[in-house]
């Protein structure tokens, strides 16, 4: 199987080169200026100034927006991995590429090409017809209105994959320096750049003592009755209006990351057999190795410990057909943390993109040594290779249910992982991960911190913990949601809040003690990352409304100063709000160990959103077009377009409904109330839970 898949890689990477040579348009002049004149004489030697682009890391975010933002003309018009690469290169490799592309013409020797270091140019003097040749162009003498003679032209090109590479030429659409008229005509020769923790619990099934169903599920079939307690694929299906999928299409297979967790077929075909219907019990996923990551167990190994099994039930119950992907990193040594190492998600995304295997930014070169695994790894049971670098193809769709207090990982490390994430993002890829499971904390114990928050000078700080990756704003964070227990499918759900240890197990009866452990869906503002754009107005929104959070002290992190807990706050009201969306996490029966329980947690949410997400992509690959990639900008009905650096249209369906607006619950923690769900955004349920039928119809029809 892997040898066909790096086969068909090797051909796909053919047509990308090919077609990247073609030229673009680099740059172009709207309006030609006043004072051109006649063209430029073909033997005239003019001074050419290639401006070298750095490795583009501030640009990032918006090359993606122009992918993403369903106002934008070049909405899913992905790029290749190869073309992102270059995009992102560092700054030698971007001298040497475009150094062998002047050479390639053999009108330029090597001598001719003069580097000026701290300028990040190329200089080269040519004769005017080269360097129309070299850049598809003409050249005109303009007449400035104090008499001085400059050159340039209205538009020139490059092969696109030089143009990522380049700044500007000189002279273009920049005209040359005030130039002596001699100079330009004289003739001749040319002269002489966390280890993350799973995001789920779980208990005994709650049942109701006898076959009493709730109130108003009178009119529901019976699959449909006991929804509030015990949510099964059949109970999701229905909430979020999911049909029977029907595809099995290679280029959908939907991915999920696991570490250390594994999976047990035993566990997940009991599931598939009692709660899917329609998908043959024995259904397995395809299991990827990454780094000596080992996977399935048997039932009643220790690393079975809920969270694989729980994203392969919902995974395949809700595409199958389709098929799943389990991408298992890190031999046992690592991922077990026996090595120490708090690294989170690196050696996978080395293993998906070659370039980050020593790609440098904010900077950091690689992965990070005694943060990281490193391979070969020599202790016993390592996995004793080279680390894997580009050996893997990232699915369209990728679930994450991992994570843990972004505050664990230093700020540049994150900064360089989230910009890969954001590279992705232009590929096309959607990332998924749960928001986490305690509120506005990380999860007891967190940080030295009986409840996982931060800022306390006893065992218990007042100062919300917020998550890693759900900060990173290319990541679309999934909260959890739940329906009450006299509730059905047809009431609207609820954050999800839950106090676990109190629930009667043995008659099913809502919580009744005081508060043991109390599980609600992670949610709040990142301390390390701005708030993106593609939020702001939603954001702003939430900010502005009269609800009990407004009383909490808050604090701004505005340069890269850290001021987490200055003046009493508990919270950036700067960051990044996360999460974006949601979807039930709540009472979700599974098997683990082949005994039957109930699960809790954002693990649940993550997985369903992202089925989601590859059903939508199958229904678009049905009528010939590519997969929706990162699905943020999209679903924030942002109406303001900020870029205005190329053509927009103006979007004509502003408020689709795509997502069920969840506004009951709260996530309370660190000793203080949370944050309130209300109408629009909040940082508790995010948008909301998928109406999948709107949600096809808003991605079927963007292009
Ligand atoms: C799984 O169940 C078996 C039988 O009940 C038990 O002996 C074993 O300890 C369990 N494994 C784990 C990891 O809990
Ligand atoms: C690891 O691989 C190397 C080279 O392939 C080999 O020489 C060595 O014996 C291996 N070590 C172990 C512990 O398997
Ligand atoms: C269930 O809902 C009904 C109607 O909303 C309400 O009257 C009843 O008190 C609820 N029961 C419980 C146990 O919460
Ligand atoms: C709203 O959420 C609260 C918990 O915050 C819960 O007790 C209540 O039943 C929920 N109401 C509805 C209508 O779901």
Redesign the pocket.
């Known amino acids: 199987m892997l040898w066909q898949q790096v086969l068909a890689n090797t051909a796909l990477l053919t047509v990308a080169l090919s077609l990247s040579t073609s030229p673009v348009v680099h740059e172009k002049r709207s309006v030609s200026l006043p004072g051109k004149r006649r063209r430029v004489h073909s033997d005239a030697i003019i001074p050419v100034r290639i401006g070298l682009r750095q490795n583009n890391l501030h640009t990032g975010y918006d090359r993606l927006m122009e992918v993403s933002h369903p106002g934008s003309m070049t909405y899913g018009k992905h790029l290749s991995k190869e073309e992102v690469h270059s995009l992102f290169a560092p700054a030698d490799e971007t001298i040497k590429i475009v150094k062998n592309w002047l050479l390639g013409f053999n009108l330029i020797q090597k001598r001719d090409i003069i580097h000026y270091e701290n300028k990040g140019w190329l200089a080269v003097d040519m004769p005017a017809k080269h360097a129309e040749t070299l850049f598809g162009t003409e050249y005109y003498e303009h007449e400035t209105n104090k008499g001085e003679l400059r050159i340039g032209c209205d538009q020139y090109h490059l092969p696109r994959h030089i143009s990522s590479h380049v700044d500007f030429v000189k002279p273009g659409v920049k005209l040359s320096a005030p130039l002596k008229k001699r100079e330009i005509e004289k003739r001749g020769s040319p002269r002489s750049s966390p280890g993350g923790i799973p995001h789920l619990s779980n208990t005994n099934p709650p049942h109701y003592r006898g076959l009493e169903p709730p109130f108003g599920a009178g009119g529901l079939p019976l699959a449909l009755q006991n929804c509030g307690v015990n949510i099964t694929p059949t109970c999701i299906k229905a909430l979020y209006g999911i049909p029977t999928a029907r595809y099995h299409q290679p280029e959908n297979s939907m991915g999920l990351f696991e570490t250390y967790d594994a999976f047990s077929q035993e566990d997940v075909s009991l599931f598939l057999g009692k709660f899917a219907g329609n998908v043959p019990s024995h259904t397995a996923p395809q299991v990827i190795s990454v780094d000596g990551g080992k996977a399935p167990v048997k039932p009643g190994n220790h690393r079975n410990g809920r969270e694989s099994d729980i994203d392969l039930d919902l995974a395949i119950s809700l595409i199958y057909p389709q098929s799943v992907m389990v991408y298992q990193v890190d031999d046992l040594p690592i991922a077990s943390g026996k090595e120490q190492t708090i690294g989170f998600i690196n050696t996978f995304l080395d293993s998906i993109d070659g370039s980050y295997c020593d790609y440098t930014a904010f900077g950091i070169t690689g992965d990070s040594p005694g943060v990281d695994g490193s391979y070969p790894d020599t202790h016993q049971g390592g996995f004793n290779s080279s680390r894997e670098c580009g050996t893997y193809e990232l699915t369209r769709v990728l679930s994450i249910s991992y994570g843990g207090p972004e505050i664990d990982l230093p700020k540049p490390y994150v900064e360089r992982q989230c910009n890969e994430i954001m590279k992705l993002g232009l590929q096309g890829h959607t990332i998924l991960s749960s928001s986490g499971d305690f509120g506005v904390a990380a999860f007891p114990g967190a940080d030295s911190d009986k409840k996982g928050c931060l800022g306390g000078v006893s065992s218990s700080g007042p100062v919300y913990n917020p998550d890693y990756p759900s900060g990173c704003p290319y990541i679309t964070s999934v909260g959890a949601t739940r ?2 227990p006299n ?1 059905t499918i047809k ?5 999800m ?1 839950v106090d676990i240890a109190a629930w009667n197990r043995v008659t099913g009866d809502g919580p009744t003690g005081s508060p043991l452990r109390l599980f609600a869906t992670g949610g709040g503002f990142s301390n390390y990352f701005p708030r993106p754009d593609y939020q702001a107005q939603d954001v702003a929104n939430y900010l502005t409304k009269d609800l009990p959070f407004q009383s909490l002290p808050y604090y701004e992190i505005t340069a890269d100063t850290p001021r987490i807990g200055q003046n009493g706050g508990v919270y950036n009201r700067f960051g990044r709000g996360y999460p974006d969306v949601s979807a039930n996490g709540a009472f979700l029966l599974a098997f683990l160990n082949l005994t039957e329980r109930s699960f809790f947690g954002t693990s649940l949410a993550s997985p369903i959103f992202g089925s989601v997400i590859t059903l939508i992509n199958e229904e678009r690959s049905v009528i010939g077009k590519g997969p929706v990639g990162f699905i943020n900008p999209a679903l924030y009905k942002s109406k303001k377009f900020p870029w205005n650096t190329f053509e927009m249209v103006v979007l004509t369906r502003i408020d689709p409904s795509v997502l069920n607006d969840i506004t ?3 996530n309370p923690n660190c000793g203080s109330q949370g944050f309130q769900a209300s109408k629009g955004w909040d940082p508790v349920t995010g948008l909301g839970t998928p109406n999948y039928p709107e949600m096809l119809t808003y991605f079927s029809n963007l292009p």
Request: negative net charge.
């Open positions: 329906l009450y509730q009431d609207p759900e609820s954050a809040q009951n619950g709260s």
